[in-house]
């Protein structure tokens, strides 16, 4: 799922993620009727990293944080969830980001209930509830192409629905499945069912409020 102009030769992954800005994501696994979702956000469009891509919520290492104290922080910053009801089940391999210099942590954990959603409208556009059945199924999958520097690339990307899941996001979601694949090869091929992609606006939804009483 990797775009074709990202450098991928483990010599730019080795020097990038030497000197390389520390972030850590959440793929957040959790039960809805009977099917499993992962919970993704639209960035703002005026953020200055990535606005408006859809991505996993996360962010920069505050500290000495752990990988999975920072992905839990974020995601309890960015979407309400409660970092007390998530259990970690491991890590993705990381993904360097030329661009923006991140090296990308992808922690996965499951929570087994929905969360309550209180997105934060500083970061946060639109939650998505997304079947992980969905990035299970190859008629997902699509491929665009995108001039950068005067040549022609393949972009693979998810097509949720005409909203799309590319670069980092994508990468991660691309090795999950190959994961899923190789331990439940029966429960993981098509025919797939499909239950809805569930989209809130944050404008419907309680943001996260200043604790600090309003000053008179």
């Known amino acids: 799922m990797a775009p ?56 920069s290492r505050d500290g000495q944080e752990t990988v999975a104290q920072t992905a839990l922080r974020e995601a309890q910053e960015e979407v309400g969830v409660d970092p007390e009801k998530v259990e970690v089940l491991g890590r993705l391999t990381h993904i360097y980001i030329p661009p923006s210099h991140f090296c990308i942590q992808i922690v996965v954990g499951y929570t087994p209930e929905p969360p309550a959603w209180r997105p934060n409208p500083a970061e946060v556009e639109l939650v998505l509830e997304v079947p992980l059945s969905r990035f299970l199924d190859p008629a997902t999958r ?10 022609v ?37 098509p025919p797939l069912h499909h239950p809805p992609i569930l989209s809130h606006s944050v404008r419907r939804l309680q943001p996260i409020r200043n604790a600090e009483p309003a000053r008179r």
């Open 4 to 59: 074709a102009y990202r450098p991928l030769d483990p010599k730019s992954y080795e020097e990038g993620s030497k000197t390389c800005r520390r972030a850590a994501v959440l793929l957040l696994l959790y039960p809805r009727e009977g099917q499993l979702y992962v919970v993704l956000t639209q960035r703002r469009h005026d953020l200055p990293d990535h606005p408006g891509q859809i991505a996993f919520p996360g962010g």
């Open 153 to 189: 690339w393949d972009v693979p990307y998810f097509d949720l629905e005409g909203r799309n899941v590319w670069g980092a996001t994508a990468m991660a979601l691309g090795e999950f499945v190959i994961l899923l694949r190789e331990v439940w090869p029966q429960k993981t091929r």
């Open 142 to 151: 699509r491929v665009t192409q995108v001039t950068r520097n005067g040549r």
